[in-house]
């Protein structure tokens, strides 16, 4: 069974450019979930997905990114305009169901923002 | 505000030294306590759930336990393929997101 897939595996763009990263989650999971880590700080919840809804966006940092999750399969996260302290690693995961259950996660994307 | 705190921040130890690792956490209704490995250049990798006080749960070289205010993670006679970086995170009550700890960062020299 395939895990959970993260398009690009790393991506260096410039300050003011659009980026827009990718995850495939495992097939049949209906939560999907935003994670990042910037540089020297713990992993940090962006949002999460049930099917094509979005159920929980309070870690979003502001309106410079736009998740995505048509037909409730793949999502994109896109960071249009770019800023410096976008860098870090976007990681996806996936789950079967809510609640305190196992969380599958991907390899993670490495933003570099120059 | 709710918190998860890791200890050491990093740990050497000799193949088959013994260690425990610390999670203390402050959240205001515990729903679950999770236990992730992560390998250089990889995504957290699952190892434990735990839901409650007093539970314990253990794989191969790895027992985690859970009291009220902290998670331990003990390594029992460790090999150089446990060194990783081990992820805690908490979730809490009416949310399915994770609060994550920076991690330890463990290495295990033969």
């Known amino acids: 069974e395939a895990g959970v897939t993260q398009f690009p595996s790393h991506s260096v763009i410039e300050k003011g450019q659009t980026v827009t990263l990718r995850c495939d989650p495992i097939?049949?999971?209906?939560?999907l979930y935003w994670y990042r880590r910037v540089m020297g700080k713990e992993i940090k919840f962006l949002l999460h997905?049930?099917?094509?809804?979005?159920?929980?966006e309070s870690g979003m940092p502001n309106n410079r990114f736009l998740a995505e999750r048509t037909g409730g399969t793949y999502s994109t996260l896109k960071v249009q305009p770019a800023e410096l302290e976008d860098s870090g690693v976007y990681f996806c995961a996936s789950s079967l169901r809510t609640g305190p259950t196992e969380a599958f996660f991907g390899q993670g994307t490495r933003l570099t923002v120059v | 505000e709710d918190q998860v705190t890791q200890s050491p921040e990093a740990l050497r130890l000799q193949e088959g030294e013994s260690s425990s690792l610390n999670c203390s956490y402050t959240v205001s209704g515990l729903r679950g306590l999770f236990w992730y490995r992560q390998d250089p250049g990889k995504g957290p990798e699952f190892l434990f759930t735990?839901?409650?006080a007093g539970e314990e749960k253990e794989k191969e070289r790895l027992k985690a336990t859970l009291t009220k205010k902290e998670s331990f993670l003990h390594i029992t006679a460790p090999k150089p393929e446990d060194s990783a970086t081990y992820l805690c995170?908490?979730?809490?009550?009416?949310?399915?997101?994770?609060?994550f700890g920076t991690g330890t960062r463990l290495q295990v020299f033969p």
């Open positions: 735990l839901y409650s």
């Open positions: 997905f049930v099917k094509e809804s979005k159920q929980d």
């Open positions: 995170a908490v979730q809490e009550y009416n949310t399915d997101k994770l609060i």
């Open positions: 097939s049949g999971h209906d939560n």
